[in-house]
Antibody, heavy 120, light 112 residues
Framework: QVQLVQSGSELKKPGASVKVSCKAS????????MNWVRQAPGQGLEWMGW????????TYAQGFTGRFVFSLDTSVNTAYLQISSLKAEDTAVYYC?????????????WGQGTLVTVST | DIVMTQSPDSLAVSLGERATINCKSS????????????LGWFQQKPGQPPKLLIY???TRESGVPDRFSGSGSGTDFTLTISSLQAEDVAVYYC????????FGQGTKLEIK
């Protein structure tokens, strides 16, 4: 069955960087793009963008350019989200989800989420 | 960017009664070449990732109970739960995938 398993929680200081992984199994990795979605504590869902797992081409939503980088390691069927120059407002749960019907419609199942906490 | 606005922000409905959530997009999400509305609905229960319920505005995802239905076209959409069950308590989000993607702010559904 399809599974997306994300890396564990992270506690980082402001200004540091973090890299979140999303390991896919149960389907052909290159067939579906990978979306990233952010959810701040007690808040709603924000679509961050997606990466084409066939070409490696990323697309970033407004507000997620510059410090946010999507990448892949197709040899291990894994997508990554790296955030640099972390700020307190980056504290959130980050989800990965593949786009099946279309690239930017995140389909079930999503990854379990990775909590990134930015604090001194 | 397409802005999605849901109403109401929260809703309390008695068990067995109908629940209706509305979603409005700032521009049409109907793609004329295939006559499909690029609109999805998600359910998120506490401590869990979201789950896709409805896509193309009205197509239920496999395994989703038929008490969930979606309707609407263009800029105005509705998610209806025909007979509320206890397990339907959750936050519901609409999402457009016509141009990139964006979510509504969410509607919290509770039992009255």
């Amino acid at each position: 069955q399809v599974q997306l398993v994300q890396s564990g929680s992270e506690l980082k200081k402001p200004g540091a960087s973090v890299k979140v992984s999303c390991k896919a199994s149960g389907y052909t990795f290159s067939r579906n793009g990978m979306n990233w979605v952010r959810q701040a504590p007690g808040q709603g869902l924000e679509w961050m963008g997606w990466i084409n797992t066939n070409t490696g081409n990323p697309t970033y939503a407004q507000g997620f350019t510059g410090r946010f980088v999507f990448s892949l390691d197709t040899s291990v069927n894994t997508a990554y989200l790296q955030i640099s120059s972390l700020k307190a407002e980056d504290t959130a749960v980050y989800y990965c989800a593949r786009g099946v019907l279309t690239a930017t419609l995140p389909s079930t199942p999503w990854g379990q989420g990775t909590l990134v906490t930015v604090s001194t | 960017d397409i802005v999605m606005t849901q109403s109401p922000d929260s809703l309390a409905v008695s068990l067995g009664e109908r629940a209706t959530i509305n979603c409005k997009s700032s521009q049409s999400v109907l793609y004329s070449s295939n006559n499909k509305n690029y609109l999805g609905w998600f359910q998120q229960k506490p401590g869990q990732p979201p789950k896709l319920l409805i896509y193309w505005a009205s197509t239920r995802e496999s395994g989703v109970p038929d008490r969930f239905s979606g309707s609407g076209s263009g800029t105005d959409f509705t998610l209806t739960i025909s007979s509320l069950q206890a397990e339907d308590v959750a936050v519901y989000y609409c999402q457009q995938y016509y141009s990139g993607s964006s979510f509504g702010q969410g509607t919290k559904l509770e039992i009255k």
